[in-house]
């Protein structure tokens, strides 16, 4: 119960994730014309913001939460630096890194929503989210010769979902700690025996 009630402290910054994703999301829908160029560097800022709040969550989580957050904010902000990098890769190497980055996070989400399923309801939200991830890199290993245009909308539309589910997790956590703060009955919550 500690993990969330720490997590829940910082609820606006898994919402600041959640609003990232969006944005960027509604930018791949907005210029489905961009330049690989363009597309891999606002994948590499989108990446470091995200990996940075993870890694602020992580810093003022506790310990066994803390761990997990920090892998996925790590590997968020190095996708990021190394799409930064090297603007010039291939698609197929974007593809690749972005695939596994999703991967990646994905996991990590889904164990995140299992360690809190006991201390908050709907944590269904996170799994979702992290279920999308791991479907979406596995598309995008197993058809990386889709075209530029299709990856966009693919990415766009990927982003924007994993944000809303973010941002449903993140006023999960604000009720959950203005439950602790103002001692109300949180609706739907699981309390302890």
Partial sequence: MMVVDELSRHWWAVGLRGLAAIIFGILAFAWPGMTLGV????????????????????????????VVLGIEGIVSVLAGLAAIAWPLITALVLLYIIAFWAILTGVLEVVA???MRRAISNE????????????????????????ALAVVFLIGAY???????????????????????????????????
């Fill in 113 to 115: 929503a299992i360690r």
């Fill in 124 to 147: 269904l939200g996170l799994i979702i989210g992290g279920i999308l991830s791991i479907l979406f890199g596995i598309v995008l290993i197993v058809a990386p010769g889709a075209g």
């Fill in 159 to 193: 982003a924007i979902i994993f944000g809303i589910a973010l941002l449903g997790l993140a006023w999960r956590l604000r009720e959950h700690h203005q439950h602790l703060t103002g001692g109300a009955p949180m609706p739907g919550a699981v309390t302890p025996a």
């Fill in 39 to 66: 597309l891999v560097l606002l994948f590499g800022v989108y990446a470091i913001v995200d990996g940075v709040l993870a890694l602020l969550t992580a810093l003022r989580g506790d310990a066994p939460h803390r």
